[in-house]
């Protein structure tokens, strides 16, 4: 074990973490130059093009150390949002170091902060790398400095390198051997191994990462799931070397993969700790949290033709995705399409996008909403995220919504803005700490659903870009919260209906109606558009009668261009959504539903 290091790298968006990684796998070899592309690690698109990773990666490498010694590194990479911060967990327990990478022409940022702080709740030792020192703009003394102030640690054990040029990258490596510890562990006691990844792959099924604390794991090994409590017989187990590399046996301080005959990540937990099922451990390993969706939103395809290629997408996407989950919704405005839970915006995101550039499917998404709790006069408990589902208002004693602590990490001379922003979302208290000379931490307990909306961009706008933005929910408190419905010309369209607290659902209401007026064409009548909780009316707003037929202008002569005029009318209508005697075009829906 001696000859084992487990780590992980933390850094900033856009501070070296993929481009260092790639220079480490080149330079303990083990791949051949043509199999070599740039970030290796991101495999997905999005995270390619956005700079973030969503899905984490493992790689084992084969490193001889200047003594001659020979070492294996297990790199294991984690996710950069706090929307995968449990992800992020998972993957620091099978760590025993941290590399922490600071540019040297920026500084630290904020969420190495928040990074660092997890991977030393996580005991893990930290090594500081200073990037880009072939950058002009390079300022390695104050790079030192930040080192040592912002982030506590020993300036001097920093290894200042360019991962684009290769400068320092065998340093690193034997920084990585000789500061790290080795990790512990009984190769002879009872199994306890900790997943903390899980991909799905076509031809093998789901392949499951895993970081062996205590015993030892053998092919044709029956393995036992510790709180999902399911078992699975093991295929195969071995190192990921670019390929999976098979071996005979994993044990203690081991990272590895698993492939046991698991057809969907949905069957399994990651976070689980599998033991043998005739050997078992007494105890899983502490830690352990479920994936939580918090989020809720209902997908509708954007043309209800396509609600087969939408329910095929999903389900490819959770084999893969365990914290996404899906239930058939219906909507009188736009058809089928199903109710999901996300883990944050980011996660919905991530989601939508991939829907729409992998599966290629068009798609309108309702609000966000957070998971309100009530309490009926009957006695009994409901719990709310869809709008569809609210109950009769006289039946509700009382109702409570999800607070968090938010973290807001700014340079000083916003904090004022950033207080505001918070007590316009409904803050009830707020704290601030200084993290050094010129940077705070602000600290806001809020509702969840207040930062769904119109929140982010602002922040963004507010702090120039730098403010960043963390969050952990606390629990439930008692709330005033309301359905509002949008009327167009009297009708509800259910779609756009949305559940928030009183105080803020005239603004808001407002708000779609009047980008709703923006969107609905004119037609031969006036139409009304409201906002309106039960009857009451909160918000309004027309769209002023048009009388005009589009083939006037033509005097009545060329038939052919008069027919030509109809017909294009006619496609235009197909892409409306009649409702009552009015057609809302589709594109309205994605407009007036659009975060931010
Ligand atoms: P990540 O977001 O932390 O994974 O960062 P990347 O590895 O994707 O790097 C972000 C950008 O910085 C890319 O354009 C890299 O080419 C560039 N970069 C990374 N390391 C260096 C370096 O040592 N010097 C210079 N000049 N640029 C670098
Ligand atoms: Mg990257």
Redesign the pocket.
């Known amino acids: 074990m001696q000859h084992i290091r487990n780590f992980c790298i933390i ?12 220079r480490l796998i080149q330079t303990c070899g083990g791949i051949a130059q043509r199999d070599l592309h740039e ?1 290796m690690l ?1 495999s997905m698109d999005i995270e390619r093009e956005r ?3 969503i899905k984490s990666n493992t790689i084992t490498l084969d490193y001889r150390a200047p003594d001659g010694k020979d070492y294996l590194l297990n790199l294991i990479d984690t996710p ?1 949002h706090v929307d995968f911060s449990h992800e992020v967990r998972r993957s620091l327990m099978a760590c025993e170091g941290a590399l922490i ?1 600071v540019d040297a022409s920026q500084g630290v940022e904020a969420q190495t902060v928040a990074n660092l702080y997890m991977a030393m709740e996580h005991d893990l030792e930290l090594l500081p790398i200073i ?5 002009p703009s390079a300022d390695i003394e104050r790079a030192q400095e930040a080192i040592d102030a912002e982030l506590g640690l020993d300036p001097f054990a920093a290894i200042s ?5 290769g ?1 320092n990258i065998e340093e690193v490596l034997v920084g990585i051997v000789e500061k790290l510890p080795p990790p512990q562990g009984d190769p002879n006691a009872p199994l306890k191994a900790l997943v903390f990844d899980a991909h799905f792959d076509k031809f093998r099924g789901v392949i499951l990462q895993c970081r062996i604390m205590e015993g030892t794991l053998k092919p044709r090994d029956t393995i036992h799931f510790m709180h999902s409590d399911r078992d699975f017989k093991v295929d195969e187990i071995g190192y990921n070397q670019f390929q999976l590399n098979p071996r005979k046996q994993l044990s203690a301080g081991e990272v590895g993969y698993i492939v046991a005959g698991v057809k969907s990540v949905q069957d399994i937990e990651i976070g689980d700790t599998i033991t043998l099922l005739d050997r078992q451990a007494e105890e899983p390993i502490p830690g352990y949290q479920k994936a939580r969706q918090v989020v809720f939103s209902s997908i509708y395809p954007m043309d209800t033709g396509e609600y087969q290629e939408l329910t095929k997408a999903l389900d490819k996407l959770a084999i893969n995705d365990a914290a996404l989950t899906f239930e058939k919704d219906s909507s009188a405005a736009l058809g089928f399409g199903f109710r999901c839970g996300f883990l944050g915006l980011l996660h919905l995101d991530v989601i939508q996008e991939r829907l729409q550039r992998e599966f290629d499917i068009g798609l309108v998404i309702s609000a966000p909403s957070v998971k309100y709790i009530l309490k009926l006069r009957d006695g009994s408990e409901l719990e709310v995220d869809n709008p569809s589902y609210w109950p009769d208002p006289t039946s509700i004693e009382s109702a409570s919504e999800p607070y968090i602590k938010a973290s807001i990490i700014t340079p000083e001379e916003y904090v004022g803005g950033v207080m505001e922003l918070c007590r316009e979302h409904r803050s009830e208290s707020q704290t601030m700490d200084y993290l050094s000379a010129k940077r705070l931490e602000v600290t806001s307990i809020m509702p969840l659903g207040e930062v769904l909306f119109d929140f982010y961009g602002k922040l963004k706008m507010l702090t120039r870009g730098y403010g960043s933005f963390d969050y952990e929910p606390i629990e439930y408190r008692t709330t005033d919260v309301v359905k509002v419905d949008i009327l167009v010309n009297k009708e509800p369209v259910d779609t756009l209906s949305y559940l928030v607290h009183r105080d803020k659902a005239r603004k808001r209401a407002l708000h779609y109606c009047e980008k709703l007026a923006k969107e609905i064409p004119r037609h031969q009548f006036k139409i009304p558009i409201q906002g309106a909780i039960g009857g009451e009316i909160i918000a309004r707003t027309t769209v002023a009668p048009y009388r005009k037929d589009v083939t006037e202008k033509l005097y009545g002569g060329d038939v052919t261009r008069k027919k030509k005029l109809l017909e294009k009318q006619k496609k235009g209508k197909a892409k409306m959504k009649q409702f009552g005697s009015v057609n809302i075009p589709q594109k309205a829906f994605v407009s007036v539903l659009r975060a931010d």
């Open positions: 850094a900033h968006i856009d501070h070296g973490k993929s481009t260092l990684a790639d970030q991101d700079g973030i990773t950069g990478i990037n880009k020192i072939d950058l390198i360019s991962a684009k040029n400068i």
